[in-house]
């Protein structure tokens, strides 16, 4: 059993940062695909960006490529979303996923998912 609580989300102008958090718990932690997924209203949800353990690969959806980076720190439990350059069209409510599947984009890829964080960037 993997929970997850994220962080950081909040409002911010167009072209200005935030760094999203996402703590879990558990002690396999490190054996985990961690991914970032959004969902604005009206709108499913959709695959942002993913971190394996395995391989140190890096996924990012091709709308926040060179602007969004993800990283993990194993020893703290915790993966983060760096966003910068942000577009009002990355309002959303951002959630971090866990999983074990190599299907890293979608969302059946993943068992445990945090509650989410509101993220509104406003023009």
């Known amino acids: 059993q993997v929970q997850l609580v994220e962080s950081g989300g909040g409002s911010v102008q167009a072209g200005g940062s935030l760094r999203l958090s996402c703590v879990a718990s558990g002690r396999t932690f490190s054996t985990y695909v961690m991914g970032w997924f959004r969902q604005a209203p009206g709108k499913e949800r959709e695959f942002v960006a993913a971190?394996?353990?395995?391989?140190?690969?890096?996924y990012y959806a091709d709308s926040v490529k060179g602007r969004f980076t993800i990283s993990r720190d194993n020893a703290k439990n915790t993966v983060y979303l760096q966003m910068n350059s942000l577009k009002p069209g990355d309002t959303a409510v951002y959630y971090c996923?866990?999983?074990?599947?190599?299907?890293?984009?979608?969302?059946?890829?993943?068992?445990?998912w945090g509650q989410g964080t509101q993220v509104t960037v406003s023009s």
């Open positions: 996923a866990a999983g074990r599947s190599d299907y890293v984009r979608g969302v059946n890829g993943y068992d445990y």
């Open positions: 971190a394996t353990w395995r391989s140190g690969s890096r």
